[in-house]
């Protein structure tokens, strides 16, 4: 696919539109369909006994596949999450919690991510996998 | 079905197991196989423009969920969310956003609740609904 | 909601429209938001043991999404499914399956629906439950 | 992942335990953690105009993701679905429909799998994404 906006666009866009969770990203790598992100956890991302939380995982998969459709349309910033699907697997284990999404499908209206979350030192044991449809605001 | 948590003891549990989150929820009513919640929402639960993060539903949902499962089985520490399916619909109204999760099935090792988000408000115009399966720790 | 087909409007639709499914299918009761259908089934809608199967009960979910949005916005023949969460909670007991569909959405470009598959004798203890998406093509 | 069970070890179970669907699928490939099959559509898997019917696609992902279990843990009869989330993409276009599922996680008591459908002739355009969870019966 094509890539309108590349790794600097992205965290430029990101810092600018969501500068209350800027800290909270790292973008891994940029390549349409691919989008890698990485969790910066802080105190507020974690359950006692240290494990990032489900809404924390659920976040991070979220903004990994706005980024995602983001790459590949362009800075439209109206896009919303309509639908998610996320199983969790596995107890994280120490380390970066990363994710990489895949753009699926990018419809007129309708975008379709798919992803996984793991631990950066283990990325053959996904500790989530989720799916996300965006709705997609029509062309102006 | 039988109540082995009330109101009190679920906030107790609340404040005991969840310091961090404590604060965020307030439990509205408890009568199993339903348990309201409502959020108590703070700057860091919203986007841009006031509205209430997914993450933030995604969150307030599976706390009611953990909360609807506990009150008919009792204080067990160790369930933990295994899937989650949730639909965003509209965007939240000015108010309290409440959460009424009903629990579906209590099996021996799966537990499925299913419910709605919506503006303390408008009950008939729901802002998210979701469905979410817990695994239960096998009895001792 | 308003009622733009009422059942014998439905009924004849699915006839005309669906005429290899139309025996598979009944309905119970249209009452927007909610339209409630049973299932007739026969031998290739069952597993070994005579319980149903699980596309079959994919397949009523799906049908009766379907038709929960016809009969709020009318004979749109080109609405179409876009996603299914579907939870299979317990063994269906004999007697027929119903299933019993909520429009929750109904938005410019996509509807919610949320429903029960249950039992006929027992509607309190539901064999599964679903959320459809529906994806609706643009007026003309 | 170890394989306990081939390919012609999976085509036999098929043949013996679903006689009814073993002429409505053949598998392509066993390699764990993957099982690839196809779908040899009928009729009455079809919608009007030719197309693949959505229970179809629900019932070729949940009989793959079946396979892709057994394929693992060997011929254990009473692994049930709890859980499937599917996504429907694209139009499918002419020519076999293949399912690809993947084994992400096997518990003691949960399996999840995550797989898609695509036109044999088209794998990089999905016609549907899958994920499924299933409940595994404990060990004698």
């Keep these: 696919m094509?890539?309108?906006m590349d790794k600097a666009a992205l965290e430029a866009f990101l810092v600018r539109d969501f500068p209350q969770a800027a800290g909270d990203y790292k973008f891994v790598e940029v390549?349409?369909?691919y989008v890698t992100m990485a969790l910066i956890a802080s105190d507020?991302?974690?359950r006692p006994g240290g494990t990032v939380s489900g809404p924390t995982m659920f976040g991070l998969a979220d903004v990994c596949a706005y980024f995602c459709i983001l790459a590949t349309i362009g800075p439209v910033g109206l896009a919303v999450t309509t639908n998610c699907s996320?199983?969790?697997m596995r107890k994280p284990a120490p380390g970066?919690?990363?994710?990489r999404m895949e753009l699926l499908k990018l419809g007129r209206m309708l975008a379709v991510c798919e992803g996984r979350i793991f631990s950066e030192n283990a990325p053959?044991?996904?500790v989530a996998r989720a799916s996300l449809t965006y709705s997609i605001p029509p062309a102006p």
Tied chains: 1, 2, 3, 4.
């Design 2 to 4: 094509e890539m309108k």
């Design 31 to 33: 390549a349409p369909p």
């Design 44 to 46: 507020r991302h974690l």
């Design 86 to 88: 996320i199983d969790f």
């Design 96 to 99: 970066r919690l990363v994710c």
């Design 124 to 126: 053959d044991m996904p």
